[in-house]
């Protein structure tokens, strides 16, 4: 094997090609990364492009629309949707139009736009890694090719409807109201502060999905997986107590440190140029957002010319009676095939395996999701957390436990099989594998988290409580899955995977622990709790009998919905 | 190969009778199938009976139900009515005896895309009630003979085409069918491979199996099938053996005799050649 290095040079040229052969083999690696910063803007202001861009643009939102209308309700609760998300951006502008109008008169402008921008920034990251950026599910890559654009033409299309999705027009609002508030106080011009907050969102994009094709990346591999969801726990659990830690031993300097810093940013940036009293200084501000800007457009497209890590086998022969296979043994001949092919399924899917390795951490997070609650409230906070574990840990998985198949479900149609075992042995997988979270989170919890005496109720109740819900959400997920089934695209790690059904039932889930914990927290004493400790033995004995009426009941609710629920998951163009 | 072409099937008929020895004549009965998608009737009253030891292609346009009336042979659709017999015995959805003595290969193929070749066929042939042993012989000479060997550590979503249908009849026919039901099984495959896929399936028919088969390759279905029906809007339009034609005979439809196949096809379906102005 020999490699051919090649360094395309050009003035405005930023890329480096590394082409690599492999001699005597027809597994040929190339990687394409022929963007360069000259055929972006030539391509940008081609008119034929403009014409595809604007076509494509259309067809995401009749995508979005049509998505929308295919079930009962959903039309109403698209127009729901984009009410509350207009209403929400109304409400983020009018806030920090007022920031702006109040910080000015204490003479502090720049460094609070600095920190409200900074916190817009962290949001849209934020926001976007548990909802998506919306744009590679419409248009992926691969689905782009078939349309007359060359590969920068897909990069721009891609990213550029990307940025067009509703979640950053939210934020733009909230960065634009800050800019009209300044504007109003007499700081900085509305014509300089738009397109601060144009260039200031590009970039927060630009982070994000530079930022996801890391975790996209990392997540190809079960070693960079596990070195990602050690970070997370670490971050989580280490992160706050280190922050919290500096603030209260160098208050001032920490907050200096960290202002300083942030004037390097993209909000420092946006900041300078949006308070501008200057021309220096909007210049200066204009000069970092370009250059961030161009810095990660130029990480983006080295990150997305890589080639996908294969999903090949480590061995070169066939290994027979893997940890798969002697599991599914365990469960002998009518369940055991089945329920291997699931764990595989689902240990192969990156989202699964992330969504799997991260969730136990909900448990070290009982003072962030509710602060201000006393030592008495640790009980009914631990319970509140490891109930919401139970909901949303691997909540892809359970509550769509076809999801992930595709056209392979047609397959438990032809097998000699009742189709509902199909759907047992998928649940049943789905129960062990977030069996074993619940017990990684109480480990943590046990490690991390707890910092009072323990006694053998409190053991009993967290662990009735956590496999209670664990039952509880397991058997709405056998229910979410016949009756509101969502096709997925197994390498995608990005966007909401739940349907319509799913969520209702995972927020739910979230929402009464958590408003139940807020309300009873001050009413009810850790010690009346422990007094009533077989009250959650009885709640783990309803939830399994539960679970065992479900599996029981299932199969006659199935009948009905099968034909359906094999066309949406294989796809109708698959039929 | 010869093993799971030829030899009696003990595995899928532990408790009754081999295919060779079966009292039932009849392989498929089908009495009044009738499928309809809301207003459109995609199989309409349907009626046809095929002896056992054929192999059967069952032809027609796109749309005409070819799909849909294999659905409902194999127990992926539900029919709205009529009856279906396979091998003397009632057929549903539900027939989980029956789906043990049948093989598929559907439209779609059904694959799980993630899985590896191996660990997919094993999973099937699990699921058929083989031993482990069996499943790991038959695994491996299957990968074997149909050129995946090599292929074997990757995952199914990065075979090609050919590749996929080729683990799809792997698939089908790993537990030695009574039945097969093959929708378009040539279709990608290379030529190669079609030889021995075929030679395969005359071997299967001639150990007293039975072979129902889509396809649009229609000299295919001339050299291979012994039987043939076409379907056309939901009913079968025309139906008759396709061997006399090797022997310099013709095939009768409507007082007209046809020298090809495909010239009967193309009078029952219609032949259409528009042209278009601006190509």
């Known amino acids: 094997m020999f490699r051919y290095f090649r360094l395309f040079r050009h003035p405005l040229s930023l890329h480096l090609s590394v082409i690599t052969f492999k001699c005597g083999s027809t597994n040929q690696l190339s990687q394409r990364n022929f963007i360069t910063l000259e055929s972006f803007w030539k391509n940008l202001l081609r008119p034929d492009f403009l014409w595809h861009f604007w076509t494509l643009v259309r067809l995401r939102y009749r995508l979005i629309w049509a998505h929308a209308r295919t079930g009962n309700g959903r039309i109403a609760l698209f127009f729901v949707l984009y009410l509350l998300g207009g209403l929400l951006a109304l409400f983020i502008s009018f806030g920090g139009f007022g920031l702006a109008y109040g910080m000015v008169g204490n003479g502090q402008g720049e460094s609070v736009a600095r920190w409200v921008l900074a916190s817009l920034f962290i949001n849209g990251i934020g926001l976007s890694l548990l909802f998506g950026l919306g744009s590679r599910e419409a248009f992926s890559e691969d689905s782009l090719r078939r349309y007359p654009l060359n590969s920068q033409e897909r990069f721009i299309v891609r990213h550029a409807i990307g940025l067009l999705d509703p979640i950053w027009l939210i934020l733009v609002a909230g960065a634009f109201g800050l800019a009209i508030g300044f504007a109003r106080a007499g700081y900085g011009s509305i014509l300089i502060g738009f397109p601060a907050v144009f260039l200031f969102i ?128 365990l469960l002998g001949g009518k369940y055991g095939p089945l329920v291997s092919k699931s764990l595989r399924y689902h240990l192969r899917c990156n989202f699964i395996r992330f969504s799997l390795i991260t969730s136990p951490i909900i448990v070290l997070m009982g003072k962030v999701l509710f602060p201000g609650q006393g030592p008495e409230s640790f009980l009914l906070i631990s319970l509140a957390i490891f109930f919401m574990l139970s909901s949303a840990t691997g909540a892809a998985l359970m509550f769509n436990l076809f999801g992930y198949d595709s056209a392979g479900i047609r397959r438990y149609g032809i097998l000699p099989i009742p189709f509902a075992d199909a759907l047992r042995a998928g649940s049943l997988a789905s129960l062990f594998l977030r069996a074993i979270a619940v017990f990684v989170a109480f480990a943590l919890w046990l490690i991390f988290y707890t910092t009072r005496a323990l006694n053998w109720q409190m053991v009993i109740m967290i662990l009735s409580v956590a496999f209670g819900s664990l039952f509880l959400f397991n058997a709405l997920g056998l229910w979410t899955s016949v009756f509101s089934p969502k096709r997925l695209d197994f390498d995608a790690m990005l966007n909401n995977r739940l349907s319509f059904g799913a969520n209702v039932v995972v927020i739910v889930g979230i929402l009464i622990p958590f408003w139940g914990t807020m309300v009873l927290a001050h009413r009810i004493g850790q010690s009346v709790l422990l007094r009533f400790w077989w009250i959650a033995c009885l709640i783990l004995i309803f939830c399994i009998g539960f679970y065992a009426l479900l599996q029981w009941v299932i199969e006659r609710l199935l009948k009905s919905r099968r034909e359906r629920l094999i066309n949406l998951v294989a796809g109708a163009s698959d039929k | 190969m010869d093993t799971i072409l030829e030899a009696p099937n003990r595995e899928a008929s532990r408790d009754r009778e081999g295919p060779g020895e079966t009292s039932h004549s009849l392989a498929i009965s089908v009495e009044n199938l009738t499928k309809l998608y809301g207003d459109v009737t995609a199989v309409d009253n349907l009626s046809f009976d095929l002896p056992t030891g054929r192999l059967f292609g069952f032809l027609g346009p796109n749309g005409a139900g070819k799909s849909t009336t294999i659905g409902c042979l194999t127990g992926l659709i539900d029919p709205n009515s009529g009856t279906i017999n396979l091998l003397g015995e009632q057929f549903t959805s539900d027939s989980t005896e029956l789906k043990r003595r049948i093989g598929v290969m559907p439209e779609g193929l059904a694959l799980f895309d993630h899985l590896y070749a191996h660990e997919f066929l094993a999973f099937n042939a699990r699921m058929y009630g083989l031993d482990e042993q069996t499943v790991r012989g038959r695994v491996e000479e299957l990968l074997t003979v149909l050129g995946l060997n090599s292929a074997h550590h990757k995952r199914l979503a990065q075979f090609s085409t050919g590749m996929r249908k080729k683990v799809a009849f792997a698939a089908a026919i790993i537990h030695r069918p009574e039945i097969l039901f093959l929708d378009e099984p040539f279709e990608s495959i290379d030529p190669a491979g079609v030889a021995m896929l075929k030679d395969w399936l005359r071997r299967f028919v001639a150990g007293g199996r039975t072979v129902f088969m889509t396809t649009h390759v229609l000299e295919t279905v001339e050299r291979l099938c012994d039987d043939v029906a076409i379907i056309k809007a939901g009913h079968i339009a025309w139906r008759g053996d396709v061997g006399r034609l090797a022997n310099g005979g013709t095939l009768e439809c409507n007082g007209q005799q046809f020298t090809t196949l495909e010239a009967l096809f193309l009078h029952l379906v219609g032949e259409r050649y528009e042209h278009l102005e601006w190509l």
């Open chain 1, 202 to 329: 590009i970039a927060n994009y630009l982070m994000t999905a530079v930022i996801l094709s890391i975790v996209g990346i990392m997540m190809q591999t079960r070693t960079g997986s596990a070195l990602l969801g050690t970070a997370v726990i670490l971050l989580v659990s280490f992160g706050p107590l280190a922050i919290a830690s500096l603030i209260t031993t160098r208050r001032l300097e920490v907050w200096q440190a960290f202002d300083h810093l942030l004037q390097l940013t993209p909000p420092g940036a946006a900041a300078a140029i949006i308070v501008s009293d200057g021309a220096a200084r909007v210049l200066g501000g204009a000069f970092l957002l370009f250059l961030w800007s161009l810095i990660l457009v130029y990480a983006l497209i080295k990150l997305e010319g890589r080639p996908r890590a294969s999903q090949t086998a480590a061995s070169g022969s066939i290994i027979w009676n893997d940890f798969y296979d002697q599991f599914g043994n």
